[in-house]
């Protein structure tokens, strides 16, 4: 089958992804915080090209990118998209692969004057990476009246300042989000489609350029635990007598560990980590017991069940430690995001999508979780297709050829025309 | 037996301490600076009570504290002492406390004109404490010549002014101590005698007042370790792809820690501690794999060859992990200061002292360091006198019972007189 997009098409994705490159270049990787000025900078490059291109530009009541035909017809619209912010030092393109994905395919359909069943927008959604509220999915949440005011009090991890007067610095309708007001109506979506890369090392280990997503994991998470002990001079205290915060966390790690290696024998699908962790500046010392630890932990799968029965298993463990070790785990707020149900008849669409264009693929759950799981779990039919990516994502070194990109655009395009 | 103190000198104990406290409050605990006004301030209380009864006073050529008889012959002299100084907001009779207890000493012998074998000294000694300068001991270190011109160019943590500008402010004789020429005739110190307060929990757990030490730990530390692994997305990457450094480091903790177990339950000395461990804030997440750690390690013990056997078996514990989780440990720079040796004779006379008094007594291993363990070092016999006190120390909440510190002076005053 003929190949819509050509070399014009590569080389105008590829001068978007180096303009947003360099606008939140850090250190190393970049850093587009959510509801930032970065994030809104992005928006422009994209919204102007947009407009270059002959298409209509806005932004949603949560502050987010909307792009869509002129003149487009009010009617339930296919949504594709995915998010603008990145974690920090992160990779170039986690979520914005998505959102260049769209508009590649919409800037098709207005080149070649495709008549759609269904009018298309794409989306650039803000504040999908919960590095910076200790919340993921905030622009979606905010969409759909989601967002408590407790949310809209969680502090950037920067600047300290409350997500809800960051959202109103970029021109969120802060009030109406606030009311857990939705601020589209559901029905007035038709689909949520979202390319993003692979960020874990599955595809490349098959050598897949294109995965369907079968599935999205849920977690659930404790962003800001402490194991509390009892501080005391490192050389004064014997073992007997020590509570020591850090040797208990410890304790706590290996005995998740040793949990979770065995249900992943048993074929459980699940992940653990602690990505967090650190006693206090501020009192530690290298000569000092550490009375207090702060670390967060985090567990993923696609069954909520087996979120639940882990959980109950950490609660356990925590007890246990306790007792034996005399330290105090505080969990703090626990977080849920539920795992996201695929829409079967897109997931078909993509896979006879594939098909059609002999693109080679294979069908890979979501380790990671999507705004498409949050669309999903509000009843919008939601399918995700996964570029192959090397090293990763939430790193400077993620590695995605742009023709396995636009071998994902080429599939997209397919299942979104006639 | 007959105790030679009684409420008088139990009231001119609490009136020093006091005095001195009050002197040195800070908003919790007290603050005296190693080389400040304050300490300098602390010496003129002690050296002004000591005059009143009849005793000389001096400095030496490092600007510490020598409180001695009247016309003491000049013949090898027992050393009594402590230092003055202490950490930030910290207790007051930590160092303190020794400096005092020689004082009561050395007026019992002239009130009593007790006619000792060999004559005594009090010393009060300053710059004990590490939390100033970043090294501690610089009190007696300065005296035995063993400062360096690095060491003088060392920042006080508040002022930011070199060590040697603070020494010579107080009138140490820095020119010679900065040419590393030994201040004292080594010859001259029959020994050095220390009473402190315990500052770790084990007598106030077996309820002894007083406890003989039976030799000083020395330590053997990485400051700044770290365990690399891999960062990657916390969903997206299964168990056995991961490298990661957290719980990389929490299994080689817990490995320490069962070996650490069986030693001690075998009687061997030791004790490990983690006290400064933190992922990387610039690039850490809550769904992040931890790819990088950093963490600080210490073993400390009474015997140098179990610091090195332990140490052995960290670097084959490492080693270990580092095949199994794929992630690489960089301990950087190892610090050793070795253990100080209890002179036997003079412990023995302690004792001896204890049990002719009935004091209740434990012998203990002296957790922390102490100028006691740089005499000891440098040949001259050197014994120390634990007194009971709660809550640890380097802390305001330091307890000492002044009944404890009567029976250790009555312990020290009968191992010293005829």
Redo the contacts between chains.
Sequence with gaps: MQAAFGRADRELAAELFESVRKISAAPVGVTRPSYSDVETATMEILGQAARNAGLAVRRDAAANLVVELPSAPAQPATWIGSHLDS???GGNFDGLAGVIAGLLCLYKIRERKVDCARPLAVIGLRGE???WF?K?YLGSYALLGKLTPHDLERKQRDSGRPLGEHMEKVGADVARIAAGEPLIDLRSVGAWLELHI?????MVAREAPVGVVTGI?G?L?H?AAHCRGT???????????RH?A??A???L??RL?EN??AL?SRGVDL?????????D?RE???????GD?QF?L?M?SQSLETLEAFYQLVLVECAGIERSRGVRFELGERVLSEPGLIDREWAARLEQACAALQVPHIDIP????HDAAVFANHGIPAAMLFVRNDH????PDENMDLDDFMMGVEVLYKAVTP
Excluded: K
């Design positions: 974690v920090p030092q990476e919960s590095a200790g993921p692979e960020q874990g090392p599955i994991r977690m998470r962003v501080a005391g001079h490192s050389g004064a205290v014997p073992r007997w007598l020591d850090v040797f966390l410890a304790e790690l290996m560990d979770w290696q992943n992940v653990v980590t602690s990505g967090v962790v650190g006693t500046p530690h010392s290298v000569s000092r017991i550490p630890v967060s985090e993923r979501s380790g990671a979780g990763g994502s939430h790193n």
